[in-house]
């Protein structure tokens, strides 16, 4: 939403973040545990590698599926207009996949645990 925000201050910017948070919470975090299931007797880069593939796999299943499904969408396919907003959804869940992966990998990240867990041990 920041992306598009950036690109083209509007109420549409703000509609699409209405439409995305409920996506992230449903379907984001199920697909980052799952992520972290997957990769987790993997080690160093490679772990990172492939959990940003499982994200952005899992971010083109979440469009691609109903477009295969639906028999309606399937001419849409041909289409070159309405083609368009597909992959406008298409890279926009890649965007977000791509954002909420770097976000998870961030704060997995064995020096922010650590900046936390002093911020924690605070007494005020």
């Not at 083109?60 to 070159?80: A, G, N, Q």
């Not at 926009?92 to 867990?117: A, H, M, P, Y």
Request: hydrophobic fraction near 55%.
């Amino acid at each position: 939403m920041i992306i598009y925000f950036v690109i083209e201050q509007t109420g549409f910017v703000i509609i699409i973040g209405m439409f995305l948070l409920p996506i992230l919470l449903f379907y984001g975090i199920p697909a980052s545990i799952f992520s972290d299931y997957v990769t987790k007797k993997s080690k160093g880069m490679y772990r990172g590698f492939l959990a940003l593939l499982v994200h952005l796999l899992l971010a083109c299943l979440f469009v691609l599926i109903p477009i295969i499904i639906s028999e309606e969408e399937r001419e849409i396919l041909f289409s070159d207009f309405k083609s368009s907003f597909i992959y406008f959804f298409l890279i926009t869940s890649i965007l977000s996949s791509s954002l909420f992966w770097c976000i998870d990998e961030f704060l997995k990240n064995k020096r922010v645990k650590d900046i936390g867990q002093k911020i924690g041990d605070l007494k005020i």
